[in-house]
Each structure stands twice: as C-alpha cells, then as structure tokens.
Nanobody
Framework: QVQLVESGGGLVQAGGSLRVSCEASIRTYTNYAMAWFRQAPGKERTFVAGIRWVSGSSYYSDSVKGRFTVSRDNAKTTVYLQMNSLKPEDTAVYYC???????????????WGQGTQVTVDS
C-alpha cells in the first residue's frame, strides 16, 4: 500500500518562493521513484520534476528547469519541491506521484497524492 500526502501549498507573490512536501508511506521506498506533476485549471496534468530515491538523480521539465529543485529525505521518506522565481503561470494544483518504473513515472504513475494548491499572484 502506497500513500502520498502533500503539504505546503499556498499563495505567493510573483518572484517569490515556496516549498511543497510529499510524505510517502511506502514499505520499500527504495524500489520507487517519485515525481511532481501539476494541473492548472482547464489544462492537462503535466510532469514537473522527478527523483530516484536511491541515487537522488533528478529530471525536470523545461518550464521549471533552473527555478525548481526536487530533493528527498530518505530518513523521513519525504520528497520536496523547492520553487523559486515563481511566475503566475506556475499556478496549479501540485501532485506528488510514485511508481516503481522511472519510464512509467514520467507519464502515468500508479500512485498519486491528493494535491496541494499553489497560487502565484502577479
């Protein structure tokens, strides 16, 4: 059983920073990779960033590269998304996701959190 719980969303001014967290309840978390997706109103859910638990290697979408950083704390089985230089177009519900396959993770992960709202005010 995999449970993902996001937290840390909120309202921030353009140019500001925010960190969202995802606490994962996974029995053998090292078998999984984790990712962040986002979904803006009226748009499809899209990949933002991903990270492997064991190696910590990460991957970003072009739209957030250089502004967002994904990290993990193995002791807390928590994944973070640090978002800097936020723009109004970053406004979305941010979802945490997990899968045992990196390739599947990038497109259709099996497990999802409930999402946390991030609003960037211009």
């Amino acid at each position: 059983q995999v449970q993902l719980v996001e937290s840390g969303g909120g309202l921030v001014q353009a140019g500001g920073s925010l960190r969202v967290s995802c606490e994962a309840s996974i029995r053998t978390y090292t078998n999984y990779a984790m990712a962040w997706f986002r979904q803006a109103p009226g748009k499809e859910r899209t990949f933002v960033a991903g990270i492997r638990w064991v190696s910590g290697s990460s991957y970003y979408s072009d739209s957030v590269k250089g502004r967002f950083t994904v990290s993990r704390d193995n002791a807390k089985t928590t994944v973070y998304l640090q978002m800097n230089s936020l723009k109004p177009e970053d406004t979305a519900v941010y979802y945490c996701a997990a899968d045992v396959s990196w390739q599947v993770l990038l497109y259709r992960p099996r497990y999802w959190g409930q999402g946390t709202q991030v609003t960037v005010d211009s």
